[in-house]
T-cell receptor
């Protein structure tokens, strides 16, 4: 149980385009979802926390107009990278929680902006 | 807010030796401390955790110790194997907020 999926797993886009990444909890309802950015061999950098039905809470230094997060239902959260640039290339991972201490990670999305 | 520091950032050990990774935290209200292992290209997986009312927990070759007074907790891997090679990161949880350490890249040399 407690499976989290992400789609797409890999995306390549041109500079200036927008990319949407989906995070789904497949067999449980996630009251809270987290979005992270990860650089090679580095730990996770929390970008934002989203609660179903409310606005996401962004970490300091993360541009909320650039990284749009929507948590429309208890099983789906989306991260949209708007007007992507090469410096946005990274590995983006989501995790989902039912509100307790245990979080379940998605498999990640590799974004490459040309 | 909470500040979690993790050391070392890279660690190489010979197969069969032990590996120790240490994390310190700043918020005494933190009460749950998980450790995650992330293999290359895969999602992080919880490998062991400890709650603030426990000083030590062991699961086969993996153990975690917690010193609440000093605000540090450590991951111990004994009899390391090549498949233990991965990035490990700790976390400290305050309420429902997760604060991650900066990660340790462990390489086990056959």
């Amino acid at each position: 149980g407690a499976v989290v999926s992400q789609h797409p797993s890999r995306v390549i886009c041109k500079s200036g385009t927008s990319v949407k990444i989906e995070c789904r909890s497949l067999d449980f309802q996630a009251t809270t979802m987290f979005w992270y950015r990860q650089f090679p061999k580095k730990s996770l950098m929390l970008m934002a926390t989203s609660n179903e039905g409310s606005k996401a809470t962004y970490e300091q230094g993360v541009e909320k107009d650039k990284f749009l997060i929507n948590h429309a239902s208890l099983t789906l959260s989306t991260l949209t990278v708007t007007s992507a640039h090469p410096e946005d290339s990274s590995f983006y991972i989501c995790s989902a929680s039912t509100g307790g201490w245990y979080i379940h990670f998605g498999p990640g999305t590799r974004l490459t902006v040309l | 807010g909470e500040n979690v520091e993790q050391h070392p950032s890279t660690l190489s050990v010979q197969e069969g030796d032990s590996a120790v990774i240490k994390c310190t935290y700043s918020d005494s209200a933190s009460n749950y401390f998980p450790w995650y292992k992330q293999e290359l290209g895969k999602r992080p997986q919880l490998i062991i955790d400890i709650r603030s009312n426990v000083g030590e927990k062991k699961d086969q070759r993996i153990a975690v110790t917690l010193n609440k007074t000093a605000k540090h907790f450590s991951l111990h891997i004994t009899e390391t194997q090549p498949e233990d090679s991965a990035v490990y990161f700790c976390a400290a949880i305050t309420g429902n907020q997760f604060y991650f350490g900066t990660g340790t890249s462990l390489t086990v040399i056959p």
